[in-house]
């Protein structure tokens, strides 16, 4: 219907196939504990977009550029702390303000204000503290500083393809103003995140900014995929009662869905 493949990796990692340009997101594949994928799963990428971060996003960033020529698409304040610790020439990191379009031929990419979803920490040095009990954030200094970004910036992206299908890849806690921004874009297909969030809540929004495709992704860092299946199941039950002719899709890891 939309000639756009997307396969899930894992956690928010997506290989995202816009005629022939293929965007990955937060290639954090090979670090998670859920399945036995890792980088190599990728085919191909032009594009890398991260979201934030935080380590579970970002691990497999060092090995995908390394065999892809692929700019880094990441947040302002991301920008830095992501450069050093890459290591890399800074023309491969493009730093996205919040409502930055680029267009780059088969795929325009916009970046979207995002708010990390709200942890259990009361102040910045009760989240230092947990993200020192990590070994793969204080594997090196550069990773380490950071972990805290990552909670303060976040980057949501709106990709839109030659025929004016937009695809929303998003993973907030869902609030008044997400909401309101996203109701303007009115994107065909959103992957949002269902970890923290209310199913019902998440299967309304997608309802009410006009998707008619709802894919849920960050369902396997902590959690097996069967403690997830309550939350994705009425997810999908609650998106179809309000979009009777929508598709709700749960992805498998390392299969490509035909869009």
């Not at 594949?29 to 991260?50: M, Q, V």
């Not at 959690?223 to 994705?232: A, N, Q």
């Amino acid at each position: 219907m939309y000639d756009i493949r997307i396969k899930w990796l894992t956690i928010a990692c997506f290989e995202m196939q816009f005629g022939g340009t293929t965007v990955v997101s937060d290639p954090c594949i090979g670090a998670s504990p859920n399945n036995d994928l890792t980088w190599e799963n990728i085919e191909h990428c032009d594009l890398i977009t991260l979201s934030h971060c935080h380590w579970d996003h970002i691990t497999d960033i060092p090995a995908l550029m390394g065999r892809f020529p692929a700019p880094l698409l990441t947040g302002t304040l991301t920008a830095m702390p992501m450069l050093r610790w890459l290591n890399c020439y800074p023309g491969r990191i493009y730093p996205m303000d919040a409502g930055l379009e680029l267009d780059f031929g088969e795929v325009k990419v916009k970046s979207l204000f995002g708010r990390h979803c709200t942890l259990a920490f009361s102040s910045v040095t009760e989240m230092e503290e947990h993200f020192k009990k990590n070994p793969i954030c204080t594997s090196s200094q550069a990773m380490f500083d950071m972990q805290v970004p990552g909670t303060l910036e976040y980057r949501n992206y709106l990709f839109t393809d030659q025929k004016g299908t937009k695809l929303l890849m998003w993973g907030n806690d869902v609030t008044t103003e997400q909401i309101n921004m996203l109701k303007a874009l009115q994107p065909d297909i959103c992957i949002l995140q269902l970890s923290k969030q209310d199913p019902v809540e998440i299967a309304s929004m997608a309802a009410e900014v006009g998707a008619k495709v709802l894919i849920p992704h960050h369902m396997d860092l902590k959690k097996s995929r069967t403690e997830y299946l309550p939350s994705v199941e009425r997810c999908r039950d609650e998106f179809l009662k309000r979009v009777p002719d929508g598709r709700f899709i749960e992805p498998i890891n390392g299969l490509w869905i035909e869009l």
